[in-house]
């Protein structure tokens, strides 16, 4: 995996970040875009989905983050590995993720992940975090009947809002009361695994959008 040197948080109310990308040509980036699509929003330097694309090549990945230079070394990572189901967009989700979802075949997305997002730990600072209303809302109009969405963090707090925010919406519900003692997917991310090296709790809950 390319390594690359950038801040470690970036502002998404910044005005660099409020245009909203293009509707994007899938043709252009999948070889077979009606395959089953994982979402994950916040994908950092995207070595979560650059395993998990080599391990599922029957489904697509995508991965969103707001770093540009993250983004530029993980497509040319999956370049190099020469993965055709896998790419990343540099975008803001709050704004772009409409334009996103909705140029997608429909039915095709069938996973989302958020997983420790900027913890953005002051008050005056909850507009820049990630899961809000308006992005739940959005993952609700796009996703498919039965599909799921799994959130995990460090910061309770944060998993904690995250969990509220969607059931808040009437069209998700979670999958358990409890938190998950071990993440349900195949591949861990790199913060996950920092984290439980140091013995560290990791909080994790699935959603599932209610069928049709």
Aim: a negative charge; charged letters at 25%.
């Amino acid at each position: 995996m390319n390594r690359v040197r950038v801040r470690q948080h970036v502002n998404p109310l910044g005005i660099r970040y409020q245009t909203p990308i293009n509707a994007v040509d899938w043709g252009n980036i999948y070889v077979d875009k009606s395959q089953p699509l994982l979402l994950d929003i916040g994908c950092a330097r995207g070595q979560f989905l650059i395993e998990m694309a080599q391990l599922e090549p029957e489904c697509n990945f995508l991965g969103l983050e707001i770093r540009e230079p993250l983004v530029e070394a993980a497509n040319k990572t999956r370049s190099e590995l020469g993965l055709t189901n896998l790419h990343y967009i540099f975008c803001n989700a709050n704004n772009s993720l409409k334009p996103i979802l909705c140029s997608l075949p429909a039915g095709v997305l069938q996973r989302v992940t958020i997983q420790f997002p900027d913890p953005w730990f002051k008050n005056r600072h909850a507009k820049r975090r990630v899961a809000q209303p308006e992005l739940v809302a959005e993952l609700a109009d796009y996703l498919a009947p039965g599909g799921t969405v799994f959130l995990q963090s460090d910061v309770k707090f944060v998993e904690e809002e995250m969990c509220e925010r969607f059931e808040e919406n009437p069209n998700f519900h979670r999958q358990s009361k409890e938190w998950l003692a071990e993440n349900p997917l195949p591949v861990a991310t790199e913060r996950e695994l920092f984290t439980l090296g140091k013995n560290e709790p990791v909080y994790r809950a699935v959603f599932e959008k209610a069928a049709v």
